[in-house]
């Protein structure tokens, strides 16, 4: 099976910025629109410049996310859970004081 893997670009050693840092791996918290809506994710692995903080996001990380967000997993099952029961009130007989 032949798999196409795209080469990820080079993380530089030299920020590209200051061009006196060093690009070195941590986490920054990663924003971003899809669909129009915002997306938030926390600790997301990255290299930062020890120097002026330029970021660049980690290339498979983004893949990785890119490919969560355009083929979401399915469940392993579809129970959705105890489904909720109708209570009806018990019906009452009228009280009277005739015998039958």
Do not use: H
């Not at 692995?45 to 990785?64: E, H, R």
């Not at 392993?76 to 009277?96: I, M, N, R, V």
Request: aromatic share 8%; charged share 20%; glycine share 4%.
């Amino acid at each position: 099976m032949k798999q196409n893997i795209k080469a990820l670009p080079e993380i530089p050693e030299v920020c590209p910025r200051c061009y006196f840092g060093r690009i070195q791996p941590g986490k920054r918290s990663f924003a971003a629109r899809t669909a129009g809506k915002p997306l938030i994710v926390p600790d997301f692995p990255a290299w930062i410049c020890d120097v002026c903080g330029f970021t660049i996001y980690d290339p498979a990380s983004l893949m990785n996310l890119q490919r969560l967000l355009t083929n979401p997993p399915t469940p392993y099952s579809q129970y959705t859970g105890p489904k909720p029961t109708e209570s009806k009130p018990a019906k009452s007989q009228p009280k009277t004081d005739q015998l039958a």
